[in-house]
């Protein structure tokens, strides 16, 4: 795995020096590290120029952009209205359960990350819950939990 | 009951005879102010919500002298309640890139971008092949028009244009104040175009088969179709393509489950109307105008639940920027509590409503704005249920 600041760099160069290119460099740092660290922060702020606060600034308003320390696999449940209607409190619950911890924190192993979204857009196969990048429809308490099972299992 | 619903099939339509590509070949053939003609002609309004005339948002960006200027899809779409996009995104994109594509012809723009919402990343692999197929396409027609796409990071105000293109400057992102307008200065200060996904859509579509047919459907006020995203209390939800300008009670005959109390028009930020509205709600500019969210609710479930859930979504949605908005949204929701906790008379939600008013004249930008029509449909019409 590259340095963080290796990362910055190679991210910057790959979306350019402007100030355009700050989201997608914030978003490349966060696939990786799955969080942005303060170092991460200050690199991109030498990077492109720019000064630390309003990096931060930025990366602080986008739920996607975090700055405190995440899991692995982050996963989100989506907790609108109609996923709310259709029982995204049973599949919170039964996760929360699981994996011993609660909505906002990460498990000691550092695998998982339990979070809320607001409405995913699927709101006609609630409830719903994301997974990385990765979308999760109709689910049942008892799928959700094969689900992370899976993602337990698996090395990466 | 008799129902006159009519459902359309011309976003999904799989036609052989007709690919995205031939439409735009044909098309570029025609001159900018044919197509902006045809556009006009069609009616068709933007599908994102608040509805501005297409034809004449690419005819003012036209005007606008300078040389660089921009293409953008809004796909950032975070509207609880609505999922049409993602859906037409997954299907047909190449119909967005043949739309903008036009659009660039018409306005003189050489670069296009879709500003996709984070929770929409999974769709980016097909997505970008696709895409890589279409520009490769343009490339050997010696068209000078690249589309990309930028990832939005989980931010609702985002889907706000002013907002979007913030973001895609790197910026936190913040609704600016207008004027200017987007057609004179948007993305980076330059004169730019930004449409919904299913409007860029529907403009391949009236390229394709003319202003003619699709002026037919709908109504004088409302022309065209639509796509409704249906969700909530109904046995049949998903995505469907109607005529635009249908009255409340034939949608809910189609899609309800024979206990519906209220339908959420709009999505979070629309309005919601109690059943004895039904009859004389007319879906459409003159009635109530959708980005295409229709939420169910049956008689088990509890408004104020309801309620409290698009507040809590409004006040975590806030950009923060201005007053009205920032604490209004918060004090709505604080209100609400209260009275129901019984620590606020029930008279107090009339002063809440007046807060609403408020933050109609006085917030930024649409979110802001709009917080009181959920707030006040759900207060007028199901008091009881948020008082006891
Ligand atoms: S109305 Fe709300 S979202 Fe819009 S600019 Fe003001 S604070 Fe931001
Ligand atoms: S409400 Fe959960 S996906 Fe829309």
Not at chain 2, 162 to 176: D, H, I, V, W
Not at chain 2, 177 to 202: C, D, F, M, R
Not at chain 2, 363 to 368: F, H, R, S, T, V
């Amino acid at each position: 795995m590259l340095t963080t600041e290796a990362l910055v760099k190679e991210l910057v160069e790959k979306n350019g020096r402007t100030r355009n290119s700050l989201m997608p460099v914030l978003q490349g740092i966060v696939q990786q590290e799955h969080f942005l660290s303060e170092e991460a922060l200050l690199c991109v702020a030498r990077e492109l120029d720019l000064a630390a606060a309003d990096v931060y600034g930025t990366a602080s308003f986008y739920t996607f952009l975090d700055t405190v320390p995440r899991g692995k696999n982050i996963i989100r449940v989506c907790k609108t209205i109609t996923c709310h209607m259709k029982g995204k409190d049973e599949i919170i619950n039964t996760l929360s359960n699981a994996l011993k911890i609660k909505v906002g924190e990460t498990t000691h192993d550092k695998k998982f990350t339990l979070l809320t979204a607001n409405c995913l857009g699927w709101c006609h196969k609630g409830p719903v819950m994301l997974i990385n990048d990765e979308v999760y429809p109709e689910l049942t308490p008892q799928k959700a939990l094969e689900i992370v099972e899976e993602y337990a299992k698996s090395t990466h | 009951m008799e129902n006159n619903l009519k459902k359309v099939d011309i976003i999904f339509e799989v036609d052989d005879k007709c690919t995205p590509l031939e439409v735009l070949d044909k098309t570029l053939k025609r001159s900018a102010d044919d197509i902006i003609l045809d556009l006009i002609d069609s009616g068709l309004k933007g599908r994102g919500g608040a509805g501005f005339p297409t034809g004449l948002k690419w005819k003012f960006t036209r005007n606008e002298s300078g040389d660089v200027k921009y293409v953008i899809c809004n796909a950032d779409e975070g509207e609880p309640g609505t999922f049409k996009d993602r859906e037409i995104l997954d299907r047909v994109p190449e119909k967005i890139f043949a739309g903008m594509t036009i659009c660039g012809y018409v306005i003189g723009a050489k670069e296009g971008y879709i500003y996709l919402r984070g929770e929409y990343n999974f769709l980016l692999k097909n997505l970008l092949k696709k895409l890589e197929d279409f520009n490769n396409a343009l490339k050997k027609r010696n068209i000078d028009f690249r589309i990309y796409f930028k990832s939005g990071s989980g931010a609702y105000v985002c889907g706000e244009e002013s907002a979007l293109f913030e973001s895609m400057e790197g910026k936190r992102g913040e609704p600016r104040n207008k004027p200017p307008y987007p057609t004179v200065a948007g993305y980076n200060s330059k004169p730019t175009v930004i449409n919904n996904v299913e409007t860029l859509v529907y403009t391949t579509m009236i390229c394709h088969m003319g202003p003619e047919k699709f002026k037919a459907l709908g109504t004088s006020d409302s022309r065209g179709s639509k796509v409704f995203s249906v969700s909530g209390d109904t046995p049949i939800p998903g995505i469907y393509e109607l005529e635009l300008g249908m009255p409340l009670h034939e949608f809910v005959n189609e899609f309800g489950d024979g206990d519906t109390k209220a339908v959420q028009v709009g999505g979070a930020s629309g309005h919601c109307v109690p059943r004895k509205k039904f009859n004389d709600t007319i879906i459409g500019f003159e009635g109530i105008p959708t980005g295409g969210s229709m939420m169910i609710f049956n008689s088990s479930r509890s408004m104020y639940n309801v309620l409290h859930d698009y507040l809590e979504f409004f006040t975590e949605e806030s950009c923060g920027q201005c007053t009205p908005c920032r604490v209004g949204c918060q004090q709505l929701l604080k209100g609400i509590e209260a009275v129901k906790r019984g620590e606020r008379p029930p008279a107090y939600l009339d002063d809440l409503k007046k807060l609403t008013g408020t933050m109609k004249i006085a917030a930024k930008c649409g979110l802001g704005q709009s917080v009181g029509n959920p707030f006040n449909s759900i207060i007028d019409n199901f008091r009881e249920e948020i008082i006891y």
